[in-house]
DNA sequence: GCCGTTTTCGGCCCGACTGTTTTCAGTCG
């Protein structure tokens, strides 16, 4: 069983004891403990293996660890399964559902019979839900409305098309309404999680009421749902959700605080403030003993009024960082102008749409010192690919331009495909000649583990591969990412000191964070790549670098972060 | 069920909204 999977155990449980009355303390240590497993970079399994005491792991205890180490090792709990079989079935499905609790779930269950969503979406259809005590036709009809938006909507969408819409939604707004003074995105977008479930969006204003007004009128508008004077909901294209709240400037801080989250992330701060006599809450820090509200106009001097080192938003997940901030410890994290070169590019030599000018010239824009062109090889007919005789021309192109420029080293390089054997796609003459050679996987995304795990490590193992890009190929909310040891990997990268790419990418962030984060762990080299196949695709860096951040990346852990000569003389090494 | 700069026992984040209600339970984030 893998990590998810025990989370989604761990989730079950909550929800069954949540049916049984069970301690609320009980139900959300078994919570808390689904979601610290989720954002977990280690595999439990892997801990377990290496006999690592699970109880290091904050939120988990003797019980916890215990049924991770059943899970792990038999494959099933008997603690759940002894569990499930005291209520019907189906009614976690029903708990789904959002509007639907345990004990609203319960009575669906046991008075109507009803097991599972259709029959339940028929049954409001016809009106019988409503005729139950204290259901009325309000809950009922709220009911069924979620009931139809879980069906037709995808729950959450990828971060790229998420920060597109607030940008739009910040920058309308901002040349709109020119009182504005503050505005920022916040939940899980400021903390760059990979996909988002609605986007949230906190302001200050000498007129909050016109800035709510000029954005339920927006023209990507298409549903308004709340519309209050200092909050206001909609709709845009697409169906993302989009909150808009306006507040005092004096309250800024706590709120974009409080909004920002996670949950789980506020929870320890305030179980920690606890410890120190105050209270948190959206408006400001209480005093438990004298009642006295401090208010806090921007988020830095929250966090130090708690004598925390500032939190960056990319951490604030609820592991360990409100710890390490109570030592002053946590890391300071690598940033986009710390880049110094992007090492996965491709031009219209292969499947790119620009020109190799045109992708040179928007790399130097960025003050880069070195970039590398890496199209694909040959195997990629449908990118494509570069046969050795074009790849050979395409060098000396490249040579040509890299002489006649002094601001930017361009490096010769390739996407080179793995082929589903592990071999790979040019010989190991041409490969020799290339400055830098990024190994991906873009076939037979479908083989076994162990095929797929060997295939990867045979390539890392060729001396002339620098990079392994996009290591599980995953496509965000279309393709799932495939089948692979990832710690295997991660050791082998060590072994021959092979880079791995964390693509920046928003389609793909692969690396994901938590993987980034125990490749770090480890000491694997990573580098922050685009996979530019236009010019614009450059400006995705800061994808790359949110997903370093979320795995508690330095400049130091990131190669392409190095000066170029001591970036020349890691791929001579 | 977890956890400790008061505690190995006795606490456990905090507030808002909704609906069917005469004071609140249920649900959510």
């Known amino acids: 069983m893998n990590n998810s999977e025990v989370s989604k155990v761990f989730e079950k449980i909550a929800g069954l004891l949540e049916l049984k009355g069970e301690s609320v303390f009980t139900i959300r240590a ?21 006999e690592k005491d699970l109880r290091q792991i904050p939120g988990i205890g003797e019980a916890i660890s215990s049924k991770i180490k059943e899970m792990v090792t038999t494959g099933q709990l008997e603690y759940l399964e002894n569990l499930k079989g005291e209520f019907p079935d189906g009614i976690l499905a029903l708990m789904d559902v959002p509007g639907i609790g345990p004990k609203t779930a319960l009575r669906i269950s046991t008075e109507m019979g009803i097991s599972t969503v259709d029959a339940l979406e028929e049954a409001i259809v016809e009106g019988r839900l409503a005729t139950m005590p204290r259901l009325g036709e309000k809950t009922a009809e709220n009911i069924l409305r979620h009931i139809r938006s879980l069906r037709t909507k995808d729950q959450r969408i990828p971060i790229g098309r998420a920060l597109g819409v607030a940008e739009q939604v910040i920058s309308a707004l901002k040349r709109a309404c020119p009182g504005i003074h503050q505005m920022d995105a916040a939940g899980s977008l400021r903390r760059w999680q990979e996909t988002i479930g609605d986007v949230d969006i906190m302001g200050t204003s000498d007129d909050p009421a016109g800035v709510i007004d000029s954005f339920v009128g927006l023209s990507m508008v298409e549903e308004v749902l709340v519309h209050g004077p200092t909050k206001a909901s909609v709709v845009v294209h697409g169906g993302l959700q989009v909150d808009l709240r306006m507040v005092d400037d004096d309250s800024y801080g706590a709120l974009i605080q409080y909004f920002t989250g996670s949950q789980q992330h506020n929870i320890r701060l305030r179980e920690f403030a606890n410890r120190m006599g105050l209270s948190l809450n959206e408006y400001g820090i209480t005093d438990v003993k004298t009642g006295r509200v401090e208010k806090f106009t921007d988020e830095g001097s929250f966090y130090t009024r708690l004598g925390l080192q500032f939190i960056p938003p990319e951490l604030r997940e609820g592991l360990w960082e409100v710890d390490m901030a109570t030592r002053q410890e946590l890391p300071s994290l690598v940033e986009v102008k710390d880049i110094k070169g992007d090492l996965h590019c491709h031009t219209n030599e292969s499947d790119g749409r620009d020109q190799l000018e045109s992708m040179v010239n928007a790399a130097r824009a960025k003050g880069y010192e070195y970039v590398a062109i890496t199209d694909h090889s040959a195997g990629r007919g449908i990118a494509n690919g570069l046969s050795e005789e074009r790849l050979k021309q395409h060098m000396q192109n490249i040579w040509d331009l890299d002489r006649s420029l002094s601001d930017i080293k361009i490096l010769t390089g390739s996407e080179v495909d793995i082929r589903s054997d592990g071999s790979l796609d040019y010989t190991d003459e041409i490969l020799a000649q290339l400055d830098i050679v990024v190994a991906s996987v873009h076939s037979a995304m479908g083989q076994e583990r162990e095929k797929m795990t060997d295939r990867i490590v045979m390539a890392m193992h060729n001396p002339h591969v620098d990079i392994i890009g996009h290591l599980t190929t995953r496509l965000l909310g279309e393709r799932d990412p495939v089948d692979v040891d990832v710690e295997a990997v991660f050791k082998t990268a ?12 928003p389609e793909r962030l692969d690396l994901k964070d938590i993987h980034v984060m125990r490749a770090r762990e480890l000491g694997v080299p990573l580098i922050i790549s685009t996979d530019a196949h236009a010019t614009e695709h450059l400006d995705s860096m800061r994808f790359g670098v949110a997903v370093a951040r979320r795995g508690w990346c330095r400049s130091a852990d990131i190669l392409n972060t190095r000066p170029v000569g001591e970036f020349l003389s890691f791929l001579r090494r």
């Open 30 to 50: 078994y919570q808390r403990a689904a979601r610290t497993i989720e954002h977990l970079p280690t595999e439990l399994a892997q801990m377990i293996k290496e």
């Open 494 to 505: 060590v072994e021959t000191g092979t880079a791995l790419e964390i693509n920046a990418s």
